[in-house]
């Protein structure tokens, strides 16, 4: 059974950056696509971004295009979500996922995840 543990969340000024982890254990890291969602409060889950099992193909929210990047390491078992230029609106819960098999760009639904961490807190003050 795969698990997931999210950190690196924490309380950051707006403008400033906080990088998030997933390490990944109980199944083969490397052949799994990976993704971040967030949920601020009152506000229900959505995606943020996802890269493909090999590191060659990665989708962003268009709200954080341009400031967070996606990567992983296929020997560490772990994803990275780095955050730049927060803003308050990126406040919220952040989730790591991952799943075995996406199709087209069914990647932007939770219902695709197969597995979720237990999230990690990202406050950003103004």
């Known amino acids: 059974q795969l698990q997931l543990e999210e950190s690196g969340g924490g309380l950051v000024q707006a403008g400033g950056s906080l990088r998030l982890s997933c390490a990944a254990a109980?199944?083969?890291?490397?052949?799994?696509?990976m993704g971040w969602f967030r949920q601020a409060p009152g506000k229900e889950r959505e995606f943020v971004a996802c890269m493909s099992w090999n590191g060659v193909t990665a989708y962003y929210a268009d709200s954080v295009k341009g400031r967070f990047t996606i990567s992983r390491d296929n020997v560490k078992n772990t994803v990275y979500l780095r955050m730049n230029s927060l803003e308050p609106e990126d406040t919220a819960v952040y989730y790591c996922?991952?799943?075995?098999?996406?199709?087209?760009?069914?990647?932007?639904?939770?219902?695709?995840?197969?597995?979720w961490g237990q999230g990690t807190q990202v406050t950003v003050s103004s």
């Open positions: 996922a991952a799943v075995d098999k996406i199709s087209g760009s069914n990647y932007y639904y939770i219902r695709t995840w197969d597995y």
């Open positions: 109980g199944r083969t890291f490397s052949t799994l696509n």
